[in-house]
């Protein structure tokens, strides 16, 4: 399951790169990973009321935490997989259960 999701962001992620001439060197990895943190916390930010809403109705505020918290485990895995990171064999070590069952 998680190799499958990891697949599907990784097939996503190509073309993307490709449609925009982006090269996805080791940096790229981290740094996206970082920019994205970045959104999900401004996101946050504004749902939570720490932030300027510029009279966002709530709905659209939740739609981009979700949107953001998405990006963001999508560039997790993009991060482990570039890295050659069993996350399943680190998730069954450090949160004893194994995510691919």
């Known amino acids: 399951m998680l ?15 490709a449609e925009h001439a982006i090269v996805r060197d080791p940096d790229w990895y981290i740094l996206k990973l970082q920019e994205e943190l970045g959104e999900l916390t401004q ?3 504004k749902a939570s009321g ?3 809403k510029r009279g966002t109705p709530i709905e659209d505020l939740r739609r981009s935490l979700a949107d953001e918290t998405a990006d963001l485990l999508g560039h ?16 069954e070590r450090k949160w004893k259960f194994r995510p691919d069952l």
């Open 43 to 45: 996101a946050w930010n």
């Open 50 to 52: 720490r932030g300027r």
């Open 76 to 91: 997790v895995l993009l991060f482990a997989h570039n890295n050659d990171i069993d996350l399943a064999a680190a998730i």
């Open 3 to 17: 190799s499958d999701l990891r697949d599907k962001f990784e097939k996503a992620s190509a073309a993307y790169a």
